[in-house]
Nanobody, 119 residues
Framework: QAQLVESGGGLVQPGGSLRLSCAAS????????MNWYRQAPGKERELVAG????????NYADSVAGRFTISRDNVKNTVDLQMNNLKPEDTAVYFC????????????WGQGTQVTVSS
């Protein structure tokens, strides 16, 4: 059974940093592109960052480029999101996503972790 478990969320002051981690199990992790999405109250879920299956390509939303870094470890089956210089507008629930559609596979979601940026 595929599972994605996020950790690392919390409360941080503006300008601070957090590192989110997502542990994957139950599927062929190295076959899947991995993404981080976020959803703020009253807003649509949006793609924050993505990384290709082998980690060679990454992409970022304009709003986080230069502040966030996505990385993955295909041995440990984890994907991380390092978030620096956090702003109040980064407050949201962050979701880990595994996307295997390029290979005709499935899409999986984690349960989400809350990130709150406030003084």
């Amino acid at each position: 059974q595929a599972q994605l478990v996020e950790s690392g969320g919390g409360l941080v002051q503006p300008g601070g940093s957090l590192r989110l981690s997502c542990a994957a199990s139950g599927f062929s992790f190295s076959t899947y592109a991995m993404n981080w999405y976020r959803q703020a109250p009253g807003k649509e879920r949006e793609l924050v960052a993505g990384i290709s299956s082998r980690g060679g390509n990454t992409n970022y939303a304009d709003s986080v480029a230069g502040r966030f870094t996505i990385s993955r470890d295909n041995v440990k089956n984890t994907v991380d999101l390092q978030m620096n210089n956090l702003k109040p507008e980064d407050t949201a629930v962050y979701f880990c996503n595994a996307d295997g559609r390029f290979h005709g596979l499935y899409v999986y979601w984690g349960q989400g972790t809350q990130v709150t940026v406030s003084s």
